[in-house]
């Protein structure tokens, strides 16, 4: 059975470390917070949170890119209220559907820059406020009244909601409890023998999962030093990892390949004290892993994660035991098995649906019976993925149930692309899917039937004012017909083969 977790909520995470250690190093300024600077920072931001009305279970928005800020906001909302982190990169039609889908309470951003976000909140009367950082590494929100100490949280209370994209429909909303988090935290922990010696460089964006749970929460909980850029950069990255004296980092298999393509044969100044690499988020290819192993010098770990599991479910071990290409490796302090529709669980090698059980694993979604009823079987969490385990219990994904775009590990849901088109005045049907790419994995393309004349750029244009640059389509087929099954249903894969082959 499952191993209790340690850690029960975000603050158990911080807490943790000694104070005068360093908890967290800003590279481009070499601006190092110390644990103890960053438990104050959260504490008084949270109580700032508490004296601005927030209170538990309210979300707080945040609009921020990578940097000290968004990981002190993230976890003084997620104590004061609930965090609601949003890409900066979407454009206002995007912030206004999700701060009013999410009901956010307030929304912190930059004191310059979010601009559209600014006017999504104000349009729906969300209050904003902005954060400040001082050349001495400490943030503030903008005159912020005090007076109020928020209540320390529990294992049982949101920490954090995300919204998973779907292929059908709207964007699922995923609340994630302290516990699930610090359940998931203590797996990597665990899983990667990470210790206070240990320096990971965060290159993912610290609005998602990837960023957040395994580059950072997990290095704070072991006491760790986490170097957070203001942005992934190939050009600077390895001199960052020899300066900062880094031995481990994670990342989408599109940032290894950027790394690689700029290496050539030669191994890399810094990567000498890299103890492993680890690739989630997206497939790795075999022959990738092969070359990064190669030329980095360091063990490879492909890893399986998701929203709805707090992240990491399973990994590939750190040697001497066995990493298997192809496969993301054994469950993490979780318990994995394959499914067919029915419900049934397959033997090793028979191909089914992904399922999970474990103390990562959310409730399920929120205000949403439909989605919760289809995705959870007795206790197991269905997630929509393909594959099958091997006589050593290592997974492999072999497909995607579900028709999600995956660019660069950016899990993209057709349908939200489908709908925008659709909103174009000449367009009369309207179908988004993905295409292989060299780079991403997989690059957005979509198919429209018009009703009226209207040009390709035209309505490329359309969805690049109401879409993240991510997410519109690069590739646009005007078509006469879209092709349908005999219920009428259209199937994506089906659509793509026959506009790309």
Partial sequence: MFGMPTANTLLDVIEAAPGGSTAILLPEGGIRVTYESLR?????????????????????????????????????????????????????????????????????????????????????????????????????????????????????????????????????????RHRNIAASVCNIVAHYALTPEDTALCVMPLFHVHGLVASTLSTLYSGGTVVVPAKFNPLSFWRTVRDARVTWYSAVPTIHNILLSRAGEE?????????????????????MMEKMERVFGAPVLEAYGMTEASHQMASNPQPPAARKPGFVGRGTGIRISI?????????????????IQGPNVVSGYENNPEANAKSFTN??????????????????????????????????????????????????????????????????????????????????????????????????????????TATGKIQRGEVARALTT
């Avoid at 890399?268 to 022959?287: H, K, M, N, T, V």
């Avoid at 499914?339 to 399922?355: C, I, K, S």
């Fill in 40 to 176: 104050e920072q959260v504490r008084g931001m949270a109580n700032a949170l508490a004296s601005l009305g927030v209170r538990k279970g309210d979300r707080i928005s945040t609009v921020l890119p990578n940097g000290l800020p968004a990981i002190v906001s993230f976890l003084a909302a997620s104590m004061a209220g609930t965090a609601a982190p949003l890409n900066p990169g979407y454009r206002e039609e995007e912030f206004r559907f999700y701060l009013e889908d999410t009901n956010a309470k307030l929304v912190l951003c930059p004191v310059e820059g979010a601009a559209e976000a600014r006017r999504a909140a104000e349009g729906l009367g969300i209050p904003v406020r902005a954060l400040e950082m001082d050349g001495e590494g400490s943030v503030r929100i903008v005159d912020a009244p005090d007076g109020e100490t928020a209540r320390a949280p529990s294992g049982e209370d949101i920490a954090l909601v995300l919204h998973t994209s779907g292929s059908t429909g709207r964007p699922k909303r995923v609340p994630i």
């Fill in 379 to 484: 206790g197991w969490f269905r997630t929509g993925d393909q594959g099958f385990l091997d006589a050593d219990g290592y997974l492999a994904l072999t497909g995607r149930i579900k028709e999600l775009i995956n660019r660069g590990g950016e899990k993209i849901g057709p349908r939200e692309i489908d709908e925008v088109l659709l909103s174009h005045p000449a367009v009369g049907e309207a179908v988004a899917f993905g295409v292989p790419h060299p780079m991403w994995g997989e690059e957005v393309a979509a198919a429209v039937v018009l009703k009226e004349p209207a040009a390709e750029g035209d309505i490329l244009a359309f969805c690049k004012q109401r879409l993240a640059d991510f997410k519109c389509p690069k590739k646009l087929y005007i078509i006469d017909t879209i092709p349908r």
């Fill in 267 to 287: 191994r890399p100044a810094g990567a000498e004290g890299l103890r492993f690499i680890r690739s989630c988020s997206a497939a790795l290819p075999p022959e």
């Fill in 339 to 355: 499914m067919d529709e029915a419900g049934n669980h397959l033997p090793p090698g028979a191909r089914g649906e992904v399922v």
